[in-house]
């Protein structure tokens, strides 16, 4: 299933220059549903993270969960995504607030990887191997090294297996 990616000319210019957390979350969530997000529900999503206050004044992602959940929404599910660790240097380490509730677990995955481009950074969705399975950027970015991948767990809305 080929995505819209976030240079893509129907996306708005901020989208194009430094989208890439953004759409990375709205990826996870098309992965998740099998569905895709048009243009104009990216540029939708962008604003209604600028608007309440998820993206900040210099257009950084502050809550990336709320993106993505937002974007599941979207395609048509009720479920949520819960950001509940990260995975650095071969560890994964949980936020003590999930560790053993049953979320202590990697549905989804956003590395954060250094870049030789005008952005010193960029992220893009791999799997729990640190694979790529989708950059949000055409043509890929190519890694420079990895700083850290911030893991998700996806939790079912009510009624949902």
Not at 27 to 45: D, M, S
């Amino acid at each position: 299933m080929a995505h819209i990616k976030q240079n893509d000319s129907r996306c708005i210019p901020a989208m194009q220059k430094i989208g890439c957390f953004l759409r990375s979350c709205g990826l996870i969530a098309e992965l998740r549903t099998g569905r895709k997000l048009t243009a104009e529900q990216i540029n939708a999503l962008w604003a209604w993270g600028k608007e309440a206050r998820r993206i900040d004044e210099n257009d950084n992602v502050k809550d990336s969960a709320s993106i993505a959940t937002r974007a599941l929404r979207m395609l048509g599910d009720g479920g949520r995504f819960v950001e509940v660790g990260t995975f650095k240097d071969g560890v994964a380490t949980y936020y003590p607030s999930v560790r053993g509730t049953g979320f202590a677990r990697a549905d989804a995955l956003i590395q954060k990887i250094r870049q030789g481009g005008q952005s010193v950074t960029h992220f893009r969705v791999v799997d729990a191997r640190g694979n790529l399975i989708e950059d949000p950027h055409e043509p890929p970015i190519q890694p420079r090294g990895i700083f850290y991948t911030i893991l998700y767990a996806y939790i079912p809305g009510k009624g949902e297996a």
